[in-house]
């Protein structure tokens, strides 16, 4: 069973995730990249939009969880070299149908056919 949100959680995840904790988790960012502080204030200035908080993911190797509402996970993750999670796994190769077809004896491809013809035949 969930707990319900209390007021105090809801303060801290609503400070976690404010435009201003962001703000900071990108100074503090930028700081240890050791950034000029004209590119500090470039990213700092204006309103913090979608897409500037995008663009600044593909510049720099940041978790968005970590710099979004401070999940230490996401920071971790960018210590390890990760940023973005785990790495998707290469999807297997299929094998070409032609070359696989090509492999198959007489009888085979006979069956083949049957079974072929057999689902082609309209349902009744």
């Known amino acids: 069973m969930k707990r319900p949100m209390t007021l105090q959680r809801r303060k801290f995840l609503s400070a976690a995730a404010g435009a201003d904790a962001v703000r900071g988790r990108m100074c503090v960012f930028l700081n240890e990249r050791k950034a000029t502080e004209a590119e500090i204030n470039g990213w700092l200035k204006g309103k913090l939009t979608t897409s500037r908080i995008h663009d600044f993911g593909e510049k720099y ?29 290469v999807p297997q190769q299929k094998p070409d149908l032609q070359k696989l077809l090509d492999t198959f004896s007489p009888p085979q491809m006979a069956a083949v056919a049957q079974l072929l013809e057999a689902l082609n035949q309209p349902s009744t």
């Open 61 to 89: 190797p940041v978790s968005y969880d970590w710099l979004l509402c401070g999940d230490l996970k996401g920071l971790l993750r960018m210590k390890n070299g990760n940023p973005h999670g785990a790495p998707s796994p």
